[in-house]
């Protein structure tokens, strides 16, 4: 079955980049769609964005102008790039796959990595 | 964006009890909602998608329902295992948004 796992830094201080990435096992990139989302300490679910396994992207406008998700077939990951971020930006970040139409459910989702912004 | 507004924020109920979760979009989303489940410290996991699919290896007890601008989640006879928070999202546009979510705790 596959499985999602995010990697990456749990600290990032203020106005530098956060990078996350996702390795998928059990299965390949192709033929689905693949989302990141993201929760803030006590909050509700905030949907980033997704890439397809032909590397169309959509984004949260509200994150547009500082994100980057991207795919790297070769490894079986893909990734999230933020820039700029701010204290705003503290959650834990989750990975999961959509089905092979668009992220119109997701499933299954990664364990989730904790981010916080701080200097 | 489409605003997902879920009732009630949390509701204690007892083992056995039948339990209802409502989902209201502020606009028509068809039937491109899913609910999710999330205990604390994990992952959620989608229970029902589509409004009314239910996800292969979900209980039968977990059932959803609505289309357009109403929705409902049920859970028939609460087991233990399902006090969790319940979250619904829709799929019709973007960006996605959820709800914020329905915390089902122990009476």
């Known amino acids: 079955q596959v499985q999602l796992q995010e990697s990456g830094p749990g600290l990032v201080k203020p106005s530098e980049a956060l990078s996350l990435t996702c390795t998928v096992s059990?299965?390949?990139?192709?033929?689905?769609?693949w989302t990141w989302i993201r929760q803030p300490p006590g909050k509700g679910l905030e949907w980033i964005g997704y890439?397809?396994?032909?590397?169309?992207?959509n984004y949260n406008p509200s994150l547009k102008s500082r994100l980057t998700i991207s795919l790297d077939t070769s490894k079986n990951q893909f990734s999230l790039k933020l820039s700029s971020v701010t204290a705003a930006d503290t959650a834990v970040y989750y990975c999961?796959?959509?089905?092979?139409?668009?992220?119109?459910?997701?499933?299954?989702w990664g364990q989730g990595t904790p981010v916080t912004v701080s200097s | 964006d489409i605003q997902m507004t879920q009732s009630p924020s949390s509701l204690s109920a007892s083992v056995g009890d039948r339990v209802t979760i409502t989902c209201r979009a502020s606009?028509?989303?068809?039937?491109?909602l899913n609910w999710y489940q999330q205990k604390p410290g994990e992952a959620p996991k989608l229970l029902i998608y589509?409004?009314?699919s239910l996800r292969g290896g979900v209980p039968s007890r977990f059932s959803g329902s609505g289309s357009a601008t109403d929705f409902t989640l049920t859970i028939s006879s609460l087991q233990p295992e399902d006090f969790a928070t319940y979250s619904c999202?829709?799929?019709?546009?973007?960006?996605?948004?959820f709800g914020q979510g329905t915390k089902v705790e122990i009476k």
């Open positions: 890439i397809n396994y032909r590397g169309s992207t």
């Open positions: 606009q028509t989303i068809r039937t491109y």
């Open positions: 999202q829709q799929t019709y546009t973007s960006p996605r948004t």
């Open positions: 589509l409004a009314s």
């Open positions: 999961a796959r959509g089905d092979d139409v668009a992220d119109n459910w997701l499933d299954p």
């Open positions: 059990g299965g390949p990139l192709s033929n689905y769609y």
